[in-house]
């Protein structure tokens, strides 16, 4: 199993303005998933993040909005850009092991 | 591309059986795994099928047919606790990703 951390749990954004989500994991990892859930929805994956490589995108998401960094083995970010409220959904980070995903407690946002 | 089926809304009974089934469509298939989400919080793993048959943790059974691109989730004796949210997911096996079904949401009433 892992335990992952994710930073902010919540907040509350304004149109147009950025926010930058951290991931912490407790161990090192090759992947990194970032997906998305909006309100009553499912989970969709917005990207992969590989150390060392850049990030691979879904279709539908481009980097220009979600830029990811991914420094080390046990850390990422993800930042939602330029935000509306069409962007108000929870973020969550994962990793995966033999055939699971683990998450993290996910990122609430609500842009205003 | 991938897609999942899913119920969108179950409804059963304190210590009742419920079946939720899932089907896919995917290239790549490696493995189709379980997840429970109570409103609020993170999804948590339940089971993890890569081959054809029954998985038994407890209450919770998993089954596969990859011949038939189905499976299912099984809870046994419900409690008000499993009311809840369910995902299916299948992972790719050509580049290790999961993606997940539209959900089942299971309300357990006394």
């Known amino acids: 199993s892992a335990v992952i951390s994710q930073k902010p749990s919540r907040d509350i954004c304004q149109r147009g303005t950025s926010l930058t989500i951290q991931c912490q994991v407790d161990?090192?990892?090759?992947?990194m998933f970032w997906y998305r859930q909006q309100p009553g929805q499912s989970l969709t994956l917005i990207a992969t993040?590989?150390?060392?490589?850049?990030?691979?995108?879904e279709s539908g998401f481009v980097i220009d909005k979600f830029p990811i960094s991914r420094p080390n083995l046990t850390f990422s970010t993800l930042t939602v850009s330029n935000m509306s409220p069409e962007d108000s959904s929870i973020y969550l980070c994962?990793?995966?092991?033999?055939?699971?995903?683990?998450f993290g407690e996910g990122s609430r946002l609500t842009v205003l | 591309g991938q897609s999942l089926e899913q119920p969108s809304e179950v409804t059963a009974v304190e210590g009742a059986i419920v079946q939720i089934n899932c089907t896919y469509q995917?290239?790549?298939?490696?493995?189709l795994s379980w997840y429970q989400q109570h409103d609020g919080g993170a999804p948590t793993f339940l089971s993890y099928?890569?081959?054809?048959g029954l998985e038994e943790t407890g209450r919770f059974s998993s089954f596969l047919s990859r011949s038939d691109s189905y499976g299912y989730l099984l809870l046994q004796e419900l409690q008000m606790k499993d009311s809840a949210s369910y995902f299916c997911?299948?992972?790719?096996?050509?580049?290790?990703?999961?993606?997940f079904g539209s959900g089942t949401k299971l309300n357990v009433k006394p």
């Open positions: 994962s990793v995966s092991g033999t055939g699971e995903l683990f």
């Open positions: 161990s090192q990892v090759t992947m």
């Open positions: 993040a590989n150390q060392g490589s850049e990030a691979t995108y």
């Open positions: 995917t290239s790549g298939f490696y493995g």
């Open positions: 099928n890569a081959l054809d």
């Open positions: 997911a299948v992972r790719d096996g050509n580049f290790n990703k999961f993606y």
